[in-house]
Nanobody, 113 residues
Framework: QVQLVESGGGLVQAGGSLSLSCVASGNIFRSDTMGWYRQAPGKQREFVASCRGSISEYADSVKDRFTISRDHARDTAYLQMNSLKPEDTAVYYC????????WGQGTQVTVSS
């Protein structure tokens, strides 16, 4: 059973940067998908970014500001978030998918205006 441990996040002013990490334990393959969703107060969880093999995908709202990467040797995914906006404030959830989503514990990202 794959388990995920997230780290990073915190409080930053608008225009600033933060990075998130997500370490997966278990048998992880390059063909597995890892990524992030986020959930703001009172809103549904929404897709942020994903990485599978060499293919990365982004939500339109974060494209050109966020970058997802993976270190396959460390079974770790990273989300570099630049030019943060107050509307990026949310709990960010790392996920792993090999048919079924497995979720991390979530980490708070707060962007002040």
């Amino acid at each position: 059973q794959v388990q995920l441990v997230e780290s990073g996040g915190g409080l930053v002013q608008a225009g600033g940067s933060l990075s998130l990490s997500c370490v997966a334990s278990g048998n992880i393959f390059r063909s597995d998908t890892m990524g992030w969703y986020r959930q703001a107060p009172g809103k549904q969880r929404e897709f942020v970014a994903s990485c599978r093999g060499s293919i990365s995908e982004y939500a339109d709202s974060v494209k050109d500001r966020f970058t997802i990467s993976r270190d396959h040797a460390r079974d770790t995914a990273y989300l570099q978030m630049n030019s943060l906006k107050p509307e990026d404030t949310a709990v960010y959830y790392c996920y792993f998918n090999r048919g079924v989503n497995i979720w991390g514990q979530g980490t708070q990202v707060t962007v002040s205006s």
